[in-house]
Nanobody, 114 residues
Framework: QVQPVESGGGLVQPGGSLRLSCVAS????????MAWYRQTPGKQREWVAG???????NYDDSVKGRFTISKDNAKNTMYLQMNNLKPEDTAVYYC????????WGQGTQVTVST
């Protein structure tokens, strides 16, 4: 059964950085397009960044130039490096395939605040 597990979130000041990690049991990253998503209370979960099986990564305009999605196939782990964080980046972050599968992990909370 596919089960994503996200980690690396936390509380950071504006302008700070975090690196999120995703280990997804049941998913072999080298054979699946992956993505990071985020959700804030009362809003729909939204796509943040995509990592195709081959080709260029892609980003929502709100994070372009600040976030970098990557993966380590040997560790079967995906990452989201987040730099120059802004308060509007505060959300629970999730990883999943792209398009997303039915199973979501618990996510990891990112809070950007003074």
């Amino acid at each position: 059964q596919v089960q994503p597990v996200e980690s690396g979130g936390g509380l950071v000041q504006p302008g700070g950085s975090l690196r999120l990690s995703c280990v997804a049991s049941g998913i072999i990253l080298r054979f699946n397009a992956m993505a990071w998503y985020r959700q804030t209370p009362g809003k729909q979960r939204e796509w943040v960044a995509g990592l195709p099986i081959a080709g260029a990564t892609n980003y929502d305009d709100s994070v372009k130039g600040r976030f970098t999605i990557s993966k380590d196939n040997a560790k079967n782990t995906m990452y989201l490096q987040m730099n120059n964080l802004k308060p509007e980046d505060t959300a629970v972050y999730y990883c999943n395939t792209s398009p997303p599968g039915a199973n979501w992990g618990q996510g990891t909370q990112v809070t950007v605040s003074t």
